[in-house]
């Protein structure tokens, strides 16, 4: 089992930029991939964007082109670069870890784009 943390959350207008981290504390010899997801109000949680563990990426459609996954191993660190930030982005972002088919979750950040 991993704990996740994650940060970079925060209020920002539309058309801005945000950068969340997670960081990973414990054995991830196991990694499979990993994951960010939001929630909205009154909304499911969706899978926003997710990275392997041989870096293969996958994003949401309607974040394609302006969010970015990236991790780095030596810090054991995931991040999310959002850019061109509109207000129906406004959600609870966790990020998610598969660990050897366990999912692991952060406690979410929460982003708010005002227009």
């Known amino acids: 089992q991993v704990q996740l943390v994650e940060s970079g959350g925060g209020l920002v207008q539309a058309g801005g930029s945000l950068r969340l981290s997670c960081a990973v504390a414990?054995?991830?010899?196991?990694?499979?991939?990993m994951g960010w997801y939001r929630q909205a109000p009154g909304k499911e949680r969706e899978l926003v964007a997710s990275?392997?563990?041989?870096?293969?990426?996958d994003y949401l459609d309607s974040v394609k082109g302006r969010f970015t996954i990236s991790r780095d191993t030596a810090k054991n660190t995931m991040y999310l670069q959002m850019n061109s930030l509109k207000p129906e982005d406004t959600a609870l972002y966790y990020c998610?870890?598969?660990?050897?088919?366990?999912?692991?979750w952060g406690q979410g950040t929460q982003v708010t784009v005002s227009s």
């Open positions: 414990g054995s991830i010899l196991s990694l499979n991939a």
């Open positions: 990275i392997t563990f041989r870096g293969a990426t």
């Open positions: 998610n870890a598969d660990v050897g088919g366990y999912f692991s």
